[in-house]
């Protein structure tokens, strides 16, 4: 790439100039490395080992990986198992959980696990789509926003201010009662009034990065803008890209959940909001049917609490002070036992 004449070329790398403060490198493996290897097999390998070395880097993170990772199993498997109808009527109803019914049948005679497996898929995947939809929309307007300043700043922190002040819960309840009571509608709606918080901060961010030494030395080695936004500016940033994604992901997970229980969903699929709907109209708390309504609100819990353990665990790893006094507090419990 050529170089401004008047500007002499600098030794080092323009991001080695300034430690990447974000991230340790334990989670930002060198991808281009990576994918020069020789087979497939070596660049699988090579990942895995980036993945499992980011997984254990601090035990909330470990803890709520094998937690999420449970339930992407689960979505992905889980229907191989399934061994009936999960929407079938039969006149087995309300059944204690037994070798034909593992967790039990519901007033319609319908079988609980294949509902808690299938719902797996639809509230997982729903969630995760709908955080990616965020963070994408989040990404793109923060880093543009806080890179570029001036006018398209103005205007683009007009529209987030617009956005961050609409309620998501009343919207996606007018949404699902004139267009139609679907997920898909109550996902976009959350999406539409959940990326602004996520773009306020990355914008602050990027406003404060763009004028570092290290973005300052690419841009006078001729890099364009787009690689100085996401190659340079974008990587520092990725600890609060994690945690607004698993942020967001927490809040649509609840919320859809939230929405189905009180009726908004889709009667013709399958989910942990929508189990929980129809064992509080069956009445499953009063004629004991625990095996109803438990397994889903578990789920529930467990998810959200993996992805909070994952959220924690970022945080600490990104942020140097919370590492310093998470090590005091080990060397403390330490003299303590001692």
């Not at 974000?22 to 097999?41: C, E, F, K, N, T």
């Not at 961010?205 to 890099?223: I, K, W, Y």
């Amino acid at each position: 790439m050529s170089q401004v004449p008047s500007v002499p070329a600098p030794q080092t790398s323009p991001a080695s100039l300034e430690p990447r403060d974000q991230l340790p490198p334990a989670l930002v493996p060198d991808v281009q490395a990576i994918m020069r290897r020789d087979s497939w097999g070596a660049t699988l390998a090579a990942l895995a080992r980036a993945l499992w070395r980011a997984m254990t880097l601090n035990r909330k993170v470990t803890a709520g990986s094998a937690i999420v990772g449970f339930f992407v199993l689960v979505a992905i498997f889980g229907p191989l198992f399934a061994r009936q109808d999960p929407l079938k009527f039969t006149r087995d109803l309300l059944q204690p959980p037994s070798a034909a019914h593992w967790l039990g049948t519901n007033q319609g005679g319908q079988d609980v696990f294949t509902q808690l497996v299938i719902g797996t898929r639809s509230s997982l995947g729903w969630a995760l789509l709908t955080g990616l939809i965020v963070m994408g929309i989040s990404i793109t307007v923060g880093l543009v926003s806080g890179f570029f300043g001036g006018i398209v700043d103005d205007a683009l922190s007009l529209v987030t201010n617009v956005f961050i002040v609409i309620p998501g819960l009343p919207l996606a309840i007018i949404a699902v009662q004139y267009f139609s009571r679907t997920t898909l509608t109550v996902a976009l709606v959350v999406a539409l009034t959940s990326w602004a918080w996520g773009a306020r901060v990355l914008r602050a961010q990027t406003f404060s990065m763009r004028a570092r030494e290290f973005v300052t030395a690419a841009r006078a080695s001729g890099e364009h803008t787009g690689r100085l936004i996401f190659a340079e500016i974008f990587p520092n940033e990725l600890s609060i890209v994690a945690a607004s994604f698993i942020t967001t992901t927490i809040q649509v997970l609840l919320g859809v959940a939230g929405l189905e229980f009180l009726g908004f969903g889709d009667t013709n699929s399958i989910s942990w909001g929508l189990m929980l709907n129809g064992a509080y109209t069956g009445s499953a708390l009063f004629q004991a049917a625990w095996w109803w309504f438990v397994p889903p609100g578990i789920c529930i819990a467990l998810l959200g609490s993996g992805l909070a353990l994952l959220n924690f665990g970022i945080d600490e790893i990104a942020d140097p002070r919370l590492r310093v006094s998470r090590r005091r507090r080990v060397r403390r419990g330490k003299a303590a036992a001692a």
